[in-house]
């Protein structure tokens, strides 16, 4: 395999051979060769760096390189770095399974660990199914969520992410139906009205027999939009799945591990979910690792009609649950509430004057998430090269320019990407 300084024969290859996400295999868009990366900087094949806003899809909270992650993978690659999971267990699965248990709420107890965030959802929906059938109830096989949310790729997740405006309408004919309520009106700082969940109530008193489970994004919801809404009406939902006896999901995955100014979003309202999704940030950016983790309440259902048919190959991974481990405690032991609100602070500063920019609808900051939300689409053709010019690493989608920037960002790499964004949307949209 040659390999090149200056990565021209790479992206020919690259252009000729390999299909990235969320692009066309004929009209791709163009793509960076990275060479490295260390801290908050990513650098090019050509000898630039960029300053990281995005956390590599918000997995990368601590930066990249860190010196304590490092020496855990190398420290597990020399002990064990593959062994199925059927029939077998190893130290650091389980270590890692009480440490996820003792940072969630008590009800929740049980973990299954799963290869991605997509495949977490899935297993989360199956559980929900199961436990149902397991009760005898085997009617209840469909979903409830809200519109603006997103969950994955995989079928089931594509079925409870938004038909309308989400990025998987191509596949409407072909996915489950499920049920959807509209999204949640008041923005983090609003009070929830008294009518806000009624149609949410509506379709839990319509489909009594029906609605296995409520899935959403807590308090944020992601990809489908960065909208954040009021804790309260997490509580209210909470409340309602109460009510008509459904079980309530939490998708974490982007959510989890300090993101948003709290330790799991949930922590915002004091929600207690059935089952829970983590993913992403769990093991700092490494290697690919999510956990669902369920009530026993919830287990006992499943399990009350045999055993979860689902089974990853390299489900729980002693090298993944290693840097699971290694990420988490290194989280734990650093002031990471402090680091997220300087960075909160930092964000809000430096994007407030896209406020006054004639193209922008909205600018947001909650936690460490700075999002702002245009009047029209990016064209990425022309945006995502003005941004790297300006020395920043930010991936815009649709009407949203957003950064997630590494918890171990400086005040000076937070005023490149936030300068870099404003002036890139002044210049460009």
């Avoid at 996400?21 to 868009?29: K, Q, R, V």
């Avoid at 790729?153 to 309408?169: A, E, K």
């Amino acid at each position: 395999m040659t390999t090149l300084v200056d990565g021209t024969a790479l992206l020919e290859a690259d252009r000729a051979h390999v299909w990235h996400p969320y692009a066309s295999a004929t009209e791709p868009l163009p793509v960076l060769p990275v060479v490295a990366a260390r801290g908050t900087r990513l650098v090019l094949a050509d000898g630039r760096e960029l300053v990281d806003g995005m956390s590599s899809w918000w997995a990368a909270v601590h930066g990249y390189g860190h010196p304590v992650l490092d020496a855990a993978l190398h420290a597990q690659v020399d002990r064990l770095g593959h062994v199925m999971f059927g029939g077998l267990t190893h130290e650091p699965a389980v270590e890692l399974a009480t440490l996820l248990v003792s940072l969630t709420p008590a009800p929740l107890t049980k973990v299954f660990f799963a290869d991605s965030g997509s495949v977490a959802v899935e297993v989360a929906l199956k559980m929900a199914l199961q436990h149902w059938r397991g009760l005898g109830k085997a009617t209840r096989t469909r979903v409830l969520t809200v519109r603006g949310g997103y969950h994955g790729d995989t079928l089931g997740c594509m079925s409870v992410t938004d038909p309308v405006g989400g990025m998987h309408s191509l596949f409407a004919d072909y996915v489950p139906q499920q049920l959807f309520a509209p999204p949640p009106r008041p923005t983090y700082d609003e009070p929830v009205r008294d009518d806000d969940l009624d149609d949410v109530a509506r379709l839990l008193e319509q489909h009594p027999d029906q609605v296995a489970c409520v899935i959403v994004e807590p308090v944020v919801q992601g990809a489908g939009g960065m909208r954040f809404y009021a804790p309260e009406y997490l509580r209210r939902l909470r409340a309602l799945c109460d009510e008509h006896d459904v079980l309530l999901v939490l998708d974490e995955i982007a959510t989890g591990f300090g993101r948003t100014g709290e330790l799991f979003g949930a922590d915002h309202a004091g929600v207690v979910a059935d089952v829970v999704c983590l993913g992403k940030a769990l093991t700092g950016g490494y290697l690919s690792l999510a956990a669902v983790l369920c009530t026993d309440e919830v287990a006992a259902g499943v399990s009350a009609c045999g055993a979860l048919m689902h089974g990853p190959t390299f489900m729980a991974n002693p090298l993944a649950c290693a840097m699971g481990l290694a990420s988490t405690r290194l989280l734990l032991s650093r002031d990471w509430r402090g680091e997220v609100a300087a960075l909160s602070g930092q964000l809000e500063q430096g994007l407030a004057p896209a406020r006054e920019l004639p193209q922008v609808k909205d600018v947001r900051v909650l936690g460490a998430i700075g999002v702002v939300e245009l009047h029209e689409p990016v064209d990425m053709r022309v945006v995502q090269p003005a941004l790297v010019e300006r020395g920043a690493w930010v991936r815009p989608f649709g009407r949203l320019v957003y950064t997630m920037p590494p918890f171990v960002s400086t005040p000076d790499d937070v005023a490149v990407v936030t300068s870099a964004i404003v002036e890139t949307v002044l210049a460009t949209c």
